[in-house]
Nanobody, 123 residues
Framework: QLQLVESGGDLVQPGGSLRLSCTAS????????IAWFRQAPGKEREGVSC????????NYVNPVKGRFTISRDDTKNTVYLQMNDLQPEDTGVYYC????????????????WGKGTLVTVSS
């Protein structure tokens, strides 16, 4: 059974950076499709970035384009989300999610979820 564990959340000042990690275990074969989501206080969870199973296709939602970068280290079974120029509106619990279907990457139909890591952007 696939398990996902996020880490790296912290309190950071506006303009600062963080790198989140999502480590996957309990699977064999090809890496699953991974997506990062976030949920701000009082708001619905939203997709942030995703990476296809082959790691060659990525997507970012408009609010994070140019600031966030998704990457993967297959030797560590870990997907990263590098977040730069963080702003208060980036505050929230960040989740990684996975599924084993699809060629591209998207934010629908995720079958496995981590427990999340808290990012707080505040001065």
């Amino acid at each position: 059974q696939l398990q996902l564990v996020e880490s790296g959340g912290d309190l950071v000042q506006p303009g600062g950076s963080l790198r989140l990690s999502c480590t996957a275990s309990g699977f064999t074969g090809r890496f699953p499709q991974i997506a990062w989501f976030r949920q701000a206080p009082g708001k619905e969870r939203e997709g942030v970035s995703c990476m296809s199973r082959n790691g060659e296709m990525v997507n970012y939602v408009n609010p994070v384009k140019g600031r966030f970068t998704i990457s993967r280290d297959d030797t560590k079974n870990t997907v990263y989300l590098q977040m730069n120029d963080l702003q208060p509106e980036d505050t929230g619990v960040y989740y990684c999610a996975a599924k084993f279907r699809g060629v591209w990457c998207d934010y629908d139909g995720m079958t496995h979820w981590g427990k999340g890591t808290l990012v707080t952007v505040s001065s």
